[in-house]
């Protein structure tokens, strides 16, 4: 049994009669490496520890948690945890989750390769990166960041309603911002590649994207106001729906922040789109054999063909909704189970990138979206944001163009998607995101 694992189960099985205790017990390391100017500018490595746990008594919650395994430090942490339940306020809903009888996934998400691999040949690929990324373009004079990164992370989490489940995980990138110059303009594109062991990273795929990325902005125009189509490369697409699955969790239903809360069974989107949370595709960067309450993972449907399916739920949205948890709970040691999404993907449709351009008559290519956290309201669904990117004329990539606001609502765009791609990829937060075209978008120069 894990060591992780026989700590967590000690702190369960001190629960008294009429009380509940879960503990989460959490173990990582991170290694991060930066390059500049063909010379190593950081290098950074840390490890973090800790046990959280968690008191439900007289349906109340008290919570604590400490940053070490010392038994006797744990001990004072769950008596913090009592006493503080002896101050929460009664909720009929509290309570921690209970096995559902969902077998957990077996997935691959170790890789022993990351253990392994030397400081050395992590500085080696960061100082690698930036000359590939330099030596691509006379343009590209110099980078912003060329980082190599990762992490490996093992979690443990027991209760005294008979949750046991010990995972871990590896994880890498490489990520390099390019800077290109010509005349008095000065353009900044990105590329990463990531990873679960270092095999698995592309140092050319990585610098090619952000070298591209950078000098095709070069002459960007602010176009005139329009209504056109809008064409989002997966890494955009993938934004998009990190925006639109955080309104479809059950935390955001039941305290009426979502614009989709009364419309289970509706049409909210075009029928070409598909969307679920699936953290059992160990393809995803977010896969995980069970949730942040012990829960095993499953695959929730929460768009299919355009009808609204599902929300998101914790234990205990689940339970105020009269729903049950859908293995969504999300957190750290540190901190108690809120819902959110793991591993959020669209269906893919058909049609490469070049492809789906080509069907364009009239559109733009979006690279970036700025004032994301201003622009967009997840209660009302309205959605105003900057954008730079490239006119499509005749299904051709035409101009680029800059200083433009892109403005719809969520609900709109969802239900504009004309065509879904059949590029899969899955990006670094784990997403997996296929291009998408929307038509009939309000463009404006700003």
């Not at 500085?123 to 912003?144: F, N, S």
């Not at 935390?251 to 969307?275: H, M, N, Y």
């Not at 591993?343 to 004032?371: C, K, N």
């Not at 969802?414 to 998408?436: H, K, M, N, Q, Y």
């Amino acid at each position: 049994m894990s060591e992780l694992l026989e700590l967590a189960r000690r702190v369960a099985e001190q629960a008294r009669p009429g009380e509940q205790i879960e503990a989460y017990v959490a173990r990582g390391m991170t290694t991060s490496v930066k390059a500049y100017g063909g010379e190593v500018e950081s290098l950074t490595s840390a490890e973090s520890f800790g046990v959280g746990i968690r008191v439900v008594s007289g349906k109340r919650q008290g919570f604590a948690h400490c940053g070490t395994f010392d038994d006797a430090v744990v001990l004072d942490t769950l008596a913090d945890a009592r006493d503080n339940a002896t101050f929460g306020e009664p909720d009929e809903f509290h309570g921690l989750a209970v096995p559902d009888g969902v077998p957990e996934p077996s997935l691959e998400l170790w890789r022993d390769e990351l253990v392994s691999f030397p400081t050395a040949e992590k500085v080696a690929l960061a100082l690698e990166l930036e000359r590939a990324t330099v030596g691509r373009d006379p343009r590209v004079t110099g980078v912003r960041t060329a980082t190599y990164g990762d992490s490996l992370g093992e979690v443990a989490i027991a209760t005294s309603t008979g949750i046991a489940a010990h995972g871990r995980g590896t994880g890498c990138h490489l990520s390099v911002s390019a800077l290109a110059v010509s005349g008095d303009e000065t353009k900044i594109g990105g590329g990463v590649s990531v990873g679960r062991g270092p095999s698995e990273l592309d140092v050319e795929e990585a610098a090619t994207d952000a070298v591209d990325r950078a000098v095709r902005l070069f002459g960007a125009v602010k176009p005139p106001s329009q209504r056109l189509a809008v064409v989002f490369e997966p890494r955009l697409a993938a934004t998009l729906l990190g925006i639109a699955g955080a309104t479809l969790t059950g935390e955001r239903v039941l305290k009426g922040r979502s614009p989709f809360a009364d419309r289970l069974g509706e049409q909210i989107a075009s029928p070409l789109l598909t969307l679920v949370d699936d953290p059992t595709d160990q393809r995803s960067f977010g896969a995980d054999p069970f949730d942040g309450e012990g829960l095993a993972t499953r695959r929730n449907v929460l768009i299919h063909d355009g009808v609204l399916q599902g929300f998101l739920h914790d234990t205990y949205s689940g339970r105020r909704a009269g729903v049950g948890s859908t293995a969504s709970a999300v957190r750290g040691y540190a901190s108690t189970p809120g819902v959110g999404c793991r591993a959020l993907a669209i269906a893919p449709g058909s049609g490469s990138l070049d492809e789906l351009i080509g069907g364009v008559d009239r559109g733009v290519l979006v690279q970036s979206l700025t004032g994301l956290h201003s622009g967009v309201n997840a209660v009302s669904g309205d959605f105003s944001v900057g954008a730079e990117g490239l006119m499509i004329r005749g299904g051709t990539l035409a101009e680029p163009v800059r200083e433009v606001t892109i403005a719809s609502t969520l609900q709109r765009l969802l239900l504009d998607i004309r065509a879904v791609g059949s590029d899969l990829e899955w990006r670094p937060g784990g997403t997996g995101a296929c291009t998408l075209v929307i038509e009939d978008v309000s463009l404006s120069g700003t």
